[in-house]
């Protein structure tokens, strides 16, 4: 529980007035790297004993994962009784990004049952956006969703999620003036803080293309696919068939602009198979399954910078999740173009059973 230990020095340093920004811990030399509003939050944290810590983190997360599959299937609408729930629990907790949720000590699959809960919530309910935007203020890549309210016209929920972002800045700020400084202006570029790009634990594009490319900084290789890619992955959510397609597409699309996402991010794997399972597709559900269990990456010689030499046949098992977020943002997009090209009447159709529609209200 590595990071469990990083959050509980983050309560620490926040609780005495240490050097948030300053320190490392455990074997592997970990700094701090969430904004100042989320070290907050770990304060109490630092008054646990470490086995109770631990086991708190291990609780957590295993209830956490049980409330992520009912958040799953309520955005799907898949029956939520309680002996299947406690199934899927069950083999959740083999699916890596879980596993290793748990194993590290993550708040990932707080933040996802954080972002599902509040956007799940009925059409109007008071606050709704405000969990999104506190999600965002603990850690930044939820931000993406923000933009997803956006873009599809939910501007009353957008702009509820950016007010309640800006109060995790401002509590910060008034908590930590000095680290809130710091952060703002120089630890959220370094992205170096995080760790290395180009190993197999990041299945976002720049892991993807470092490693593709033997290039620990692939700059402008990396950068420009990211850039379209959070273009096409915006647009599409804007076009997408139903909520739950559109959560997913802005999820899968964070996972892979973001500088860094460790493979234990992708917890967001549980909602898509609950989407496959209740669009009747079973076995590209199954497929998935077996994806997220195999851990292949970490199968491959990773140690040192074996990351950056490994062989063609070798690259599809080093980044499996990337290769299926962007298979996933392919495949609609192939849909999207499908729709718009080869049936152009069917839009018109719509356009005048809407005319009729309009008239007949009228």
């Not at 997360?61 to 069950?90: D, F, I, M, W």
């Not at 933040?111 to 008071?126: H, M, Q, S, V, Y």
């Not at 930590?176 to 400084?181: D, E, K, N, Q, T």
């Not at 495949?331 to 152009?344: I, K, N």
């Amino acid at each position: 529980m590595a990071d469990a230990l990083v959050y509980r020095a983050e309560g620490a340093a926040v609780a005495r007035g240490g050097d948030l920004y300053g320190f490392t811990v455990t074997e592997w030399e970990l700094p701090a790297t969430y904004p100042p509003f989320a070290a907050a939050l770990f304060v109490p944290t630092a008054w646990l004993p470490l086995p109770a810590l631990k086991l708190a983190f291990l609780a957590g997360n295993v209830g956490l994962l049980a409330l992520l599959v009912h958040l799953s299937c309520r955005l799907t609408s898949l029956p939520t009784r309680a002996a299947p729930l406690c199934a899927a629990t069950a083999l959740g907790i083999w699916l890596e990004p879980v596993f290793q949720t748990v194993l590290f000590g993550q708040i990932n699959l707080a933040l996802a049952c954080l972002i599902l809960w509040d956007l799940t919530r009925p059409k109007g309910a008071t606050a709704k956006g405000c969990a999104l935007g506190v999600a965002a203020g603990i850690k930044l890549t939820p931000a993406v969703f923000i933009a997803y309210l956006f873009v599809t016209g939910r501007v009353r929920e957008a702009v509820t999620a950016t007010a309640a972002f800006a109060g995790t800045v401002v509590f910060g700020a008034l908590v930590l003036p000095a680290a809130s400084v710091e952060f703002w202006t120089t630890r959220i570029f370094e992205t170096g803080r995080v760790g290395k790009a180009w190993i197999v634990d990041n299945q976002s594009l720049q892991g993807l293309v470092a490693r593709l490319t033997h290039d620990a900084e692939p700059g402008l290789a990396w950068a420009v696919p990211a850039a379209l890619t959070a273009a096409a992955g915006l647009w599409l959510t804007r076009r997408a068939a139903g909520e739950p397609r559109a959560l997913l597409l802005t999820a899968f699309t964070a996972l892979l602009i973001s500088p860094i996402s460790w493979s234990h991010h992708w917890v967001w794997c549980v909602p898509l198979l609950a989407l496959l399972i209740a669009e009747g597709r079973p076995r590209l559900a199954a497929a998935v399954a077996v994806l997220f269990t195999a851990r292949t990456f970490w199968l491959l010689p990773h140690q040192g910078d074996l990351d950056l030499h490994l062989a063609w046949w070798q690259q599809p098992l080093a980044s499996p999740y990337a290769l299926l977020g962007v298979a996933l943002l392919a495949s609609v997009l192939d849909q999207q173009d499908v729709r718009v090209v080869e049936h152009p009447q069917d839009d018109e159709k719509q356009a005048a059973t809407r005319h009729h529609v309009l008239r007949h209200d009228l």
